[in-house]
């Protein structure tokens, strides 16, 4: 009896040792297998929520997310906006780069993240959200507050500085798109003011107006010419509304020996409207001397769609030839061009390189990209430097005062005539 239950005893024993023994080695490898998976990383939220300490390799991967300052510019590429917004968007990126080559910004690399806004509600809408996930800490949008408003609001609800390289409603300078939103141009009626005041100071007397009634920055423009010119003492024959279906009446026989009697003919018109206009003008055989305001200066605008264009010149940010006489004009010309390959086709390309300096000294002079910081330190600024010259916002968040270029026609070309000193009404 004893024996058979020695040997059974012996039996479970050895059972129960081997038993235990493959446990063993199933757990070592089970941690073995762990140990050469590939362990999903937690983020430094999730890490902290876990009460996980935060490994070396994370830490490094924060440190080199916060060793780059990301801003994002959404600008139309091929539609309607495209001739106004897309040469300050590209003037931007190349201001930028340049001050990536010379070191970056608070010792850290500026990231530029382009976006097709595409004129589309939705495309702006999209592109802001995406940015804005991406960490930028500065919006560039469109000139059209219509087209930029999904990204002003997405912007407003992140707390996201905001800024319009050319975004002339009034709403911009009064903070009423948003305490965090700032435009690079002041109303269209300063652009007619100073206008009226060139002409005047050249010695012209009497002129002839016309403005395009599509949009309301024309109107504004030479609405303000006109108002300047008077209280100067000067005379207006014509004073006309002009758009696609009401130009070849207004433009008729009936105006032509007044107008040929005046000084200067002054035109306040966007690319359409600007063209058939200089050439129903020319087309009426009228030589007078003509002058355009800045909304005509477009990419899209080209003396050789106007025959027997003649005494013509045109009010502009800057030269785009590298005639301007501000050196930094003509590095951002050149800067441009290291993006775009060819050079800028408007002079609005400088607004987006004075809107790059000012963020560049505003961020140096806050010592921080945090929006707020620096969306206060640009409401401090007063008389402050950029590429094309001296600009003021004077408590405002637009652009008050800066200085215009007016460029001539020479054999099909526009090119520096003279500058056009700050005025602010």
């Known amino acids: 009896m004893h024996y058979p239950l020695r040997c059974l005893a012996a039996s479970l024993l050895a059972l129960c040792l081997f038993s235990c023994s ?51 510019v959404i600008i139309d590429e091929e539609n309607v906006m495209s001739a106004y917004d897309r040469q300050p968007g590209v003037a931007f990126i190349g201001m930028i780069e340049e001050i990536n080559r010379q070191g970056g910004l608070l010792n850290k690399e500026v990231e530029v993240l382009r976006e097709n806004g595409e004129s589309r509600l939705s495309s702006v809408d999209s592109a802001a959200e995406k940015l804005i996930r991406s960490g ?13 408003a999904p990204a002003v609001k997405r912007a407003k609800e992140a707390e996201i500085l905001l800024i319009s390289p050319c975004a002339s409603e009034e709403d911009w300078g009064l903070g009423e798109v948003d305490t965090l939103a700032f435009s690079m141009v002041t109303r269209p009626k300063v652009y007619g003011a100073q206008l009226a005041d060139f002409l005047w100071d050249e010695g012209n007397r009497t002129t002839a107006i016309f403005w395009d009634d599509t949009v ?24 006309s509304a002009v758009n696609m279906v009401t130009a070849p009446s207004v433009i008729g026989p009936a105006d032509r020996k ?62 785009t030839r590298g005639d301007d006489p501000y050196i930094g004009v003509n590095q951002a010309a050149e800067y441009f061009q290291s993006i775009d390959g060819i050079p800028p086709a408007s002079g609005r390309f400088i607004l987006g390189a004075d809107l790059a300096e000012l963020w560049v000294q505003a961020v140096n002079l806050a010592g921080t990209a945090d929006s707020r910081v620096v969306a206060e330190t640009i409401k401090s600024f007063g008389t402050f430097s950029v590429p094309s010259g001296l600009i003021k916002f004077e408590g405002t968040q637009a652009v008050a005062t800066r200085t215009l270029r007016m460029l001539r026609n020479v054999e099909g070309y526009m090119v520096f005539d003279s500058l056009i000193q700050e005025a602010s009404q």
């Open 216 to 239: 309301p920055e024309t109107i504004q423009e030479c609405i303000a010419f006109r108002d300047r010119w008077g209280s100067l003492g000067g005379r207006s024959t014509v004073e």
């Open 136 to 148: 930028v800490q500065l919006l560039v949008v469109t000139c059209e507050l219509d087209y930029a």
């Open 258 to 319: 007044g107008s040929l009697d005046v000084d200067v003919i002054a035109v306040c018109a966007t690319n359409r409207v600007g063209v058939l206009t200089l050439q129903l003008i020319r087309g009426a055989g009228w030589l007078t001397p003509i002058v355009a305001g800045p909304s005509l200066d477009s990419a899209s605008f080209f003396t050789s769609d106007i025959p027997a264009l003649g005494d013509f010149r045109m009010v502009s940010f800057a030269g």
């Open 22 to 72: 493959n446990a063993d080695q199933i757990d070592l490898g089970s941690q073995e297998s762990a140990i050469g998976e590939e362990t999903p990383a937690l983020s430094p939220a999730e890490s902290e929520s876990s009460g996980q300490v935060t490994t070396q390799s994370d830490a490094v991967e924060v440190i080199e997310d916060e060793g780059v300052l990301r801003v994002g």
